[in-house]
Structures are given as structure tokens and as C-alpha cells.
């Protein structure tokens, strides 16, 4: 009984999820965008019972964030001195 109501909840968060997602009248693509973004790397979908999962998340896809970011600007400073 349980499980079918775990099963039933999941449906309904996906089924509001997609119904935000596609509402025109809704927010900008930018600001879901955004808050897509802050709520990946803030670690929203991980566990809360869980600190030490909820902290190792952050930290690994900011520190993700920040390496991404780092190459591209090498890439950017590559490209522009032409070397």
C-alpha cells in the first residue's frame, strides 16, 4: 500500500512538473533556465535525510561548475591569441 502511494505521489510531481514547464503564461525560459541551474547546484533533488549526500552534491557539481567554467575561458584566451 505504501509503495502505491509513493508511486502515486511521484506520478503527480511529474505530472505539475511537466504542467509548470509547459505553461505559457508561465516564467521566461531564461528564468527557468536559472532556476534550473541554482537548483541543480544547490542539490534540490538529493536526499534531505541525508547531510552528508546533500553537502558531497553541492560541492561536487559546484566544484564541476567552476571547471567547466575555467575551460572555457581557457578556450576563449586560446582562441584569442592564436596559439
Known amino acids: 500500500m505504501a509503495d502505491r502511494q509513493d508511486s ?7 505530472l505539475e512538473r511537466i504542467a509548470h514547464e509547459t505553461n505559457p503564461a508561465g516564467d521566461s525560459f531564461a528564468g527557468r533556465a536559472a532556476k534550473g541551474m541554482r ?12 547531510p ?6 553541492r560541492f561536487g557539481r ?3 561548475l567552476l571547471l567547466a567554467l575555467g575551460l572555457m575561458v ?8 592564436g596559439s
Not at 537548483?39 to 541525508?50: E, G, M, P, S, Y
Not at 552528508?52 to 552534491?57: A, K, N, P, S, Y
Not at 581557457?74 to 591569441?81: G, P, Q, T
Open 8 to 14: 502515486e505521489k511521484e506520478s503527480r510531481r511529474i
Open 39 to 50: 537548483d541543480h547546484v544547490t542539490a534540490a533533488d538529493a536526499d534531505r535525510a541525508d
Open 52 to 57: 552528508i549526500e546533500v553537502w558531497g552534491t
Open 62 to 64: 559546484t566544484l564541476g
Open 74 to 81: 581557457w578556450l576563449v584566451l586560446y582562441v584569442i591569441r
